[in-house]
């Protein structure tokens, strides 16, 4: 099967799926090229109100296809960088959900994501040291803010794959889950996230990831949204709420 990315809408929940199996699902080229797109596409969808990224069998993503690193220049670290920044700017809530390998550009691109699920038995890493590489600014930042200054340094320092228990005590994974339960938990929660208000989501996302410049805006939205409307009326009425913020 060629390296790919598959995507897919249901009950409001997209779901990404690394699927390149020949190589622990490995990042290609084409598919750090792929992701952006695909990205715009499902949040110009009106439809979805989450996303799940998730690698295709047991493994969730090695890293960046190593064999596409002999070719000249910068162009493979700067496609993952696009894709990472596509993926951290997506305006709905997101979710990584991890077994098996998440390493390099895979924990590059968990680490975009709002929230992280994972299974026990998973391992993570990120190895440019054991490459030669320089490892992104942004991506540095994103990881440090996620994990703190002293186990950034650890995971960059070192290249050394940590287990998921630790992933966990470091904050980089949210909820661990034991082997056959993660699928099941990531729908329920996503089912969860879908049916909670979108403005209070992306507004939130924002100024969790650091806007400043953002309360007279999202004051407007909720000002026209009806969402606060609906929400105070279902809680009063005991009945569950139909927010329709961005449908």
């Known amino acids: 099967m060629e390296p790919q990315l598959k995507d897919g809408v249901t009950d409001g929940i997209a779901t990404v799926v690394i699927a390149n199996p020949a190589k622990r699902n490995a990042m290609s080229a084409g598919m750090w090229r792929d992701l952006p797109g695909v990205l715009d596409r499902l949040a110009a969808d009106p439809a979805v109100r989450v996303l799940v990224l998730t690698g295709e069998g047991d493994t969730f993503c090695a890293g960046a296809d190593i064999s596409a690193l002999r070719e000249p220049g910068d162009e493979q670290q700067a496609l993952a960088v696009r894709a990472e920044e596509a993926l951290a700017a997506f305006p709905k809530p997101t979710l990584a959900a991890v077994r098996g390998f998440c390493v390099g550009g895979g924990s590059q691109l968990a680490a975009a994501c709002d929230l992280r699920f994972a299974e026990e038995g998973a391992r993570f890493g990120i190895t440019p040291s054991k490459l030669g590489i320089v490892y992104p600014s942004s991506s540095t930042r994103r990881l440090t803010a996620l994990v703190g200054p002293s186990a950034a340094k650890y995971l960059l320092f070192s ?36 049916s909670r208000s979108l403005l209070t989501q992306a507004a ?41 913020y961005g449908l």
């Open 159 to 194: 290249g050394e794959l940590i287990d998921a228990e630790r992933a966990l005590r470091t904050g980089f994974v949210d909820e661990l889950h034991p082997v056959g339960a993660l699928d099941e938990r990531v729908a329920a929660f996503a089912r969860v996230l879908a």
């Open 204 to 244: 939130a996302k924002e100024f969790a990831d650091g806007r400043l410049d953002r309360d007279a805006h999202w004051a407007e939205q909720a000002r026209g949204s009806g969402d606060t409307a609906e929400g105070v009326a279902a809680f009063l009425e005991r009945r569950a709420p139909r927010f329709t």
